[in-house]
C-alpha cells in the first residue's frame, strides 16, 4: 500500500474527503518527524513506538572492491511493534 491508496482507504474509513484525509496524514507524519528531530520517543499503546537510534560509527566494506571504508556514526529511525500489533501480524500469517 502506498501513501494515494492509504489516503484514499483513510477518507472510505472516515467517510471524510480525500483532500481531508491527506491532511490529517500529513499533519500525523509531520509530529511524528519533528518529535524525532527532537530527540523524542512517539508511542501508541499497543501498535507500537517510533524512536531515534544511534548507530556508533563501524567499518565496512565496498561491494564492487571488497575494500575497507570507514563508516561515520549517524543517528537513524526505529520503530518496534507492540504487543496488539505483533498478534494481529501474527493472527493474519498465511495472507502473505
Same mark, same amino acid.
Given at each position: 500500500?502506498?501513501?494515494?491508496?492509504?489516503? *484514499?482507504?483513510?477518507?472510505?474509513?472516515?467517510?471524510?474527503?480525500?483532500?481531508?484525509?491527506?491532511?490529517?496524514?500529513?499533519?500525523?507524519?509531520?509530529?511524528?518527524? *519533528?518529535?524525532?528531530?527532537?530527540?523524542?520517543?512517539?508511542?501508541?499503546?499497543?501498535?507500537?513506538?517510533?524512536?531515534?537510534?544511534?548507530?556508533?560509527?563501524?567499518?565496512?566494506?565496498?561491494?564492487?572492491?571488497?575494500?575497507?571504508?570507514?563508516?561515520?556514526?549517524?543517528?537513524?529511525?526505529?520503530?518496534?511493534?507492540?504487543?496488539?500489533?505483533?498478534?494481529?501480524?501474527?493472527?493474519?500469517?498465511?495472507?502473505?
Amino acid at each position: 500500500m502506498n501513501k494515494g491508496e492509504f489516503v *484514499e482507504a483513510l477518507a472510505d474509513r472516515l467517510d471524510i474527503s480525500r483532500a481531508q484525509a491527506e491532511r490529517a496524514l500529513t499533519g500525523v507524519l509531520e509530529i511524528i518527524s *519533528e518529535q524525532l528531530v527532537q530527540g523524542e520517543k512517539v508511542a501508541f499503546a499497543g501498535f507500537g513506538s517510533f524512536e531515534v537510534s544511534a548507530r556508533a560509527a563501524r567499518t565496512g566494506r565496498d561491494p564492487r572492491t571488497g575494500a575497507a571504508i570507514s563508516i561515520a556514526a549517524s543517528n537513524v529511525p526505529k520503530f518496534s511493534a507492540g504487543a496488539n500489533l505483533k498478534a494481529a501480524v501474527n493472527a493474519g500469517k498465511g495472507k502473505r
